[in-house]
């Protein structure tokens, strides 16, 4: 054996990985499906935080991963966290129903577009995503649960949208794939059956802060663009907030997996203020889209993306920002299993039909 591809390879252990991690999918959807009062005897004391309470299905499910010893995708070489990544949000994913999937390229990169159900007669809005994973992980496998959830609940066809990653290709390759390829959505929205006066960006983390760059060009180049849906945004690289340092430890998202992306993704001698790299940094042209900020109160990048949030609407851009005070980064991902994630996502998908109908 050469290491752990290799061994994972064959077949007697590919089949105990796989009945691992059936029994961990089974485990925690049981746990996070109990009574509350059942959840917080085996969760602890309820955790409080800045006037703020964690969700207690939350909580526990951060206990069951330390009672694990689950190590952190930002412990492991590059090429294994991005397998444990993976392998963490199939966790909690569940089974989501959409009415259609189909793989395709949006320009040069590979791409997934949803269709919900339920299209009715006419073109239907389209909503252009970018996945989160700190620029250096995710894929279109990561992120499928919610493209699905937003494409059904919100009435609208998904573009999840891939993009170099980082360390292999680091800044500004990622910000130039999703320019590209939101010009790509642009010129091909009616070949993909959608409505050109109905587009929208969108991402979490650090495919939020792509949406916002995006949405920022789409401004200064003319290009339609009727919203942007952005999910706990990274958007200021210099990180100079409370929450960054508040939350960086026991939260999911941690210092290190944030230590590990910025030396990933920035070159070094990089301006952490380049408005590419650092949306709140940017000028903000006139006409930037109507745009819905969701931040997650125990989120070392909460206060950047509430911050980003006030300069668009200092500036008179039409913004609803949506704090949800009991989650964690990441419970974007988190459909499948427990109550209280799937609700705060619902509620995302609910803004995002508003913001795009007609």
Known sequence: MRGVTDSVGHPLLRRVTTARAVLEKALLRGA????????????????????????????????????????GAETMPIPEGRRAMLH?????????PVGAVRD??????????YTPAVTGAGPLPLLVFFHGGGFMYGD???????????AERAGARVLAVTYRLAPEH?????????????????????????????????????GGNLAAG?????????????????????????????????????????RGFMQLAED???????DLRDPRL?????????????????????DPLRDEGEAYARRLSEAGVEVTLQRFPDQIHGFLQIVGVGRRSRAAVDEIADALRSGLTA
């Open 170 to 206: 680091p800044f500004p390759a990622a910000y130039d794939d999703a320019l590209a390829a939101y010009a790509w959505a642009v010129e091909h929205a009616e070949s993909l059956g959608c409505d050109p006066a109905r587009l929208a960006v969108g991402g979490d983390s650090a």
């Open 264 to 270: 990933s993704y920035n070159p070094p001698g990089q």
């Open 88 to 96: 963490h949000t199939r966790l909690v994913a569940g089974e989501q």
């Open 278 to 298: 650092s949306p709140y940094h940017a000028e903000l042209p006139a006409g930037l889209a109507p745009a819905y900020v969701a931040t997650a109160g125990f």
């Open 140 to 150: 279109l496998d990561s992120h499928d649960a919610p493209c699905r959830v937003l």
């Open 214 to 254: 995006v949405a920022l060009e789409a401004a200064r180049r003319g290009w339609p663009l009727a919203f942007q849906l952005l999910v706990y945004p990274m958007t200021d690289a210099e990180h100079a907030t409370r929450s960054y340092t508040m939350f960086d430890e026991g939260f999911y998202l941690t």
């Open 104 to 113: 395709l390229r949006a320009g040069d990169r590979p791409a997934r577009l």
């Open 32 to 71: 996070l499906a109990l009574p509350d009062g059942v959840q917080r005897r085996l969760a602890g004391p309820p955790v409080r935080l800045d006037g703020q309470e964690l969700a207690v299905e939350t909580q526990l499910a951060l206990r069951l991963q330390r009672l694990a010893r689950v190590p």
